[in-house]
């Protein structure tokens, strides 16, 4: 395959706070992409992108300027802020990796290409409603069981894609402790469709989703510099973005594609970092896994709002981080709406507002 | 079903244990601080250094319960022995102290939480169940002779097979027949219930071990990617002997596999995970696809080893293949059910859907019982058989009715009044016959099968159900 599949609808983002080193391994499949860097921490410090790649690059004080006051929401001092990333982008689809995630090697010796194992998942369908036990029917070498009902064989599209890491596996930091030299070298290969109504840890450093269908809801809670907890910015949107595509009907898959992780963390800032954040988590599982959203939002930014609301109403008792972060998640709401307008068609009365996933068109002048 | 003791819970009892090496408390939210006070004088073990402590924190509702209770020190003069520096190392030593506690609590969490519930299964707590639809198993058996020698096996001739039945020599063998069948269930009954493959039913309902495992006869042990041949035996032993854990999606699996575990993320309180009842493996080769899919794709093999085993999610339904499983008999056993025949049932696997239906009763009934059911390895190699065209000819009523089947068993709950697999099925049949009886007769029919069956197991197989 040498055609790169979506190259104009796909943006890259990447948050770092170190170098761009990494993106030499990956040029031979990063390189015919638009990579939207997020450089976290100091804005004075330079970090240079290697030659020859087409990118923006985004500091503190460019957020700061870009978005005001709303700047408050994008954390600081934590990978969080590569959210801000998803939001100033104008593609269709994202792919987002950490500075410390390499190209790894399949069971036969080849490089994976991560890209375009993501860019599969999110262009073939998925199947929450029954569980397939071959895995992704989708997949070539692969289809749906005997027992499989045929009117559910069309499955729903795909949201997000999930993708997994071999050698330093993504434990936390009481696990970390205890088993520091564990390494994941199990390569599993498949792709499978998380079922309707179940949770799952979402981990950031190699991820892909379908920006139209549910960018707003991807957006990376309140952690590091000045909040309480760190290191839980992904899985809670995870479980946010996960609600948000169980009441839509999309689809989330996890599995292949595999990277190389190789930077293990600090197991005593990490346990510092999570330590709310395991306690947190026992009062929040069961609110996401309880959580209903109204029939009428109809869209990723309707649920987003009404998850907003709810988790103000129902976890401010935990902590009053919660009651911030239900603030902050207003805030995206409106930075992303701010900065991804609905499309406006032109029809022979004047430009004509069409809302984003369907409903009424409502006439307006400009 | 046990709750899972809660975090904060098990959290202050780590502490209470680690008492004597703390030297500072404050830093505890107060309700943890009163609660661990509570059981720390609960188990004899408020020393006047703990009780210092306690005080040293200065939180009111300790301080408060303190002087409720009249606890007093002990006024022992006390010379002073060493001058402490009030700087930055007792700065330093109070932040270490913060974390050290943080730490100790945590890592004795989790090294509990790995250790706890993983079963041991002995070799005499196993069944081999076998339905023999082909009357000469010589081959068969020679090439699982490695694995199952170790076993006792029960190999169940389908009643309707006319030729003699042939088996090998040196296995510690239990075999049934169609006058073994008709003399524990009538005849009336025998070949409604048993024929083709639902013949290893009534080897489930026959055995007396605890763990029964059941392949087809035209399976063969499968090799890995390293060319080495899978013991699917021990491989769902092992399945069956882990926790599951339905509750909550681990990304990398099975987290009690050697190389894995829980990620980041993954509730503690949720870590012990509960009994796996169900063991679904996989198959190399010829995969289990419907007639349609077959006669479509008639080249299509299942080249794919995918190294995982996983549980299913709770409430999630899938169609369980009858062809490679294994189950905790004493649990779930009586939800194993041959109810379901098609019409125009045949002896090719995708003439049948008596496994899908039974597959689901036992999903039902393990998410509601708090039980696992896991799926992945191991896989078989199955046999190329049957012709998918000659049976697309039939009527293939089967694909037709899973149309209502699967929606169906998506909305059953059932009552917290069934709990044992046995009431579970017996609701379940009360609730087939009222919304899909009118349907379809073939689910009237196995409405009544599912009583039917359940007051056979009542009588052949015992009480001995999970209550």
């Keep these: 395959m040498s055609q790169p599949l979506l190259k104009d609808d796909l943006d890259i983002v990447i948050p770092t706070i170190r170098s761009l080193d990494f993106l030499e391994m990956w040029r031979p499949f990063f390189q ?49 802020c590569r959210c801000f990333g998803f939001l100033i982008s104008k593609k269709k689809y994202i792919f987002t990796i950490d500075d410390d995630c390499f190209v790894a090697k399949d069971p036969s010796g080849k490089d994976i290409n991560v890209l375009a194992q993501h860019i599969q998942n999110l262009l073939t369908p998925s199947t929450p409603f029954f569980f397939n036990t071959l895995y992704d029917p989708f997949r070539e070498g692969a289809d749906f069981v005997r027992g499989y009902p045929f009117s559910m064989r069309e499955g729903v599209p795909t949201a997000l894609s999930h993708g997994l890491w071999l050698n330093i596996p993504d434990y936390d930091a009481p696990t970390q402790l205890v088993k520091p030299l564990e390494r994941n070298t199990r390569y599993v290969d498949a792709v499978m469709t998380i079922p309707k109504g179940t949770l799952f840890p979402m981990c950031g450093m190699n991820l892909a989703f379908n920006r139209e269908l549910v960018g707003p809801a991807m957006y990376f809670h309140l952690m590091g510099d000045g909040q309480p907890v760190g290191r839980y910015d992904d899985m809670f949107c995870g479980w946010c973005v996960k609600v948000v595509c169980d009441h839509l009907n999309l689809g989330v898959k996890t599995g292949l594609p595999y990277l190389w992780h190789s930077k293990a963390s600090n197991p005593f800032v990490n346990l510092k970092k999570e330590f709310k954040g395991i306690y947190w988590q026992e009062e929040m599982i069961p609110f996401f896994q309880g959580v209903t959203l109204p029939k009428d939002c109809t869209t990723a930014e309707e649920c987003y709002i009404e998850l907003s609301k709810q988790v103000k109403e129902k976890l401010s008792s935990i902590d009053p981080y919660f009651e911030k972060l239900g603030d902050a998640m207003v805030t995206w709401i409106e930075a992303w709406q701010e900065y991804n307008p609905p499309l406006v068609a032109k029809t022979a009365d004047g430009p004509v507002v069409v809302k984003k996933g369907g409903g009424e068109p409502t006439p307006k002048t400009t | ?348 696997r995708w003439e049948t859907v008596e496994d899908i239906w039974c597959g689901m009763c036992v999903k039902v009934v393990c998410d509601h019982m708090g039980l696992g059911v896991k799926t992945g390895l191991p896989y078989v190699w199955r046999k190329e058989r049957g012709d998918a065209v000659e049976s697309l000819k039939k009527e293939w009523e089967g694909v037709k009715l899973m149309e209502e089947v699967v929606p169906f068993f998506q909305s059953v709950s059932l009552s917290s009044e069934a709990v044992s697999a046995e009431d579970c099925v017996v609701e379940m049949a009360a609730v087939v016959k009222e919304r899909l009886g009118p349907l379809d007769p073939v689910f009237a029919r196995a409405a009544d099968a599912m009583v039917d069956w359940i007051n056979l197991w009542k009588t052949v197989a015992g009480t001995r159900s999970a209550a």
């Design chain 1, 32 to 80: 015919p992409y638009h990579l939207i860097i997020i450089q976290d921490g100091d804005p004075n410090k330079e970090i240079k992108v290697p030659e020859g790649f087409d990118y923006e690059l985004y500091n503190r004080n460019d957020i700061n300027r870009i978005l005001g006051p709303k700047a408050s929401c994008i954390s600081f001092k934590d990978s969080a």
């Design chain 2, 1 to 348: 079903m046990r709750t899972p003791p809660a975090l904060v819970s098990l959290a202050i009892d780590a502490a209470l244990l680690n008492l004597p090496n703390i030297s500072d408390l404050s830093s505890i939210p107060e309700h943890i601080l009163l609660e661990l006070f509570l059981r720390t004088l609960r188990a004899g073990k408020l020393t006047e250094k703990s009780l210092n402590l306690f005080i040293a924190t200065g939180k009111e509702e300790v301080l408060s319960l303190i002087q409720a209770l009249n606890i007093q020190h002990v006024l022992t003069p006390v010379l002073p022995t060493t001058h402490f520096d009030i700087g930055n190392s007792n700065l330093a030593t109070f932040r270490q102290c913060e974390t050290t506690f943080y730490l100790y609590f945590i890592i004795c969490l989790a090294q509990t939480i790995r250790t706890m519930s993983q079963v041991s299964i002995k070799d005499d707590e196993v069944d081999i169940v076998i339905g023999a639809l082909h009357s000469d198993l010589t081959s068969f058996m020679e090439d699982w002779r490695q694995v199952f020698s170790r076993f006792h096996l029960i190999i169940v001739k389908d009643p309707d097979l006319k030729e003699e039945l042939k088996t090998s020599d040196g296995f510690n063998l239990d075999v049934y027949t169609k006058s073994d069948i008709d003399r524990v269930v009538g005849s009336s009954s025998s070949t409604i219930l048993f024929s083709g493959y639902s013949c290893r039913y009534f080897g489930y309902l026959m055995s007396r071990k605890k763990y029964v495992i059941s392949v087809d006869d035209d399976c063969l042990p499968a090799r890995d990617n390293n060319g080495v041949s899978i013991d699917a035996v021990a491989q769902h032993i092992t399945n069956l002997a882990t926790p599951a854990t339905p509750f909550f999606f681990n990304t990398l699996y099975d987290p009690y596999r050697k190389g894995a575990d829980f990620v980041r993320g993954y509730p503690f309180s949720l870590r012990t995970g509960v009994t796996c009842a169900l063991s679904c493996g996989l198959w190399l080769n010829l995969a289990d696809y419907d007639a349609p899919t077959q006669a479509l794709k008639p080249g299509h093999r299942n080249s794919r080893y995918v190294d995982a085993v996983l549980t299913v999610p709770t409430r999630a339904m899938m169609p369980v293949s009858g062809i490679n499983i294994g189950f905790d008999r004493e649990s779930v056993g009586p939800a194993l059910l041959p109810v379901l025949r098609l019409a125009g049932e045949g002896k090719v």
